[in-house]
């Protein structure tokens, strides 16, 4: 998901003002200040304990790479916890600052895992202000 903000931390993911699926920005282009991707990833018993590399990347309605992403290994244990065939999961937190919108549109992470593309993508939309919220205090 999509949040204002996000750390992972413990085992635990923190998420502050998640789960939104649109910006409004008056003009464009446009720099949104902050934003982070919240991530639960799973994995099963063929590759935890293991690892693997996340590739994130950011593009537009026509599918075009924004430049705004990143790619890290991740590592996958087990708990003390942890029962045969149990999945493991990885909170993952990543943060975006000054991200630049040239035009209104939707937009997506897409997200890889060693090369292959994860779905759902995480989407959300980048909009300018109906018209009638464009208008100067006090006129109608």
Known sequence: MVADAA????????????????LVMREFPATHPTMALA???SADATEAPGTGEL????????GTDTG???AATIGFGHSPLYKPGQKTLAP??????NL?????GQYEFRLFWNGNQLDPAVGFAVAS?????MRPPGQH
Do not use: C, M, N, T
């Open 68 to 70: 705004i992403g990143g």
């Open 55 to 62: 590739r994130v990347q950011l593009v537009d309605d026509d």
């Open 100 to 104: 630049r919108f040239e035009r209104p």
């Open 7 to 22: 750390a992972s931390l413990g085992g635990k993911l923190y998420v502050h003002g998640g789960g939104w699926d649109a």
């Open 129 to 133: 202000p109906p018209p009638s919220l």
């Open 92 to 97: 993952i937190a990543l943060s975006f600052v």
């Open 39 to 41: 991530l639960l990833l």
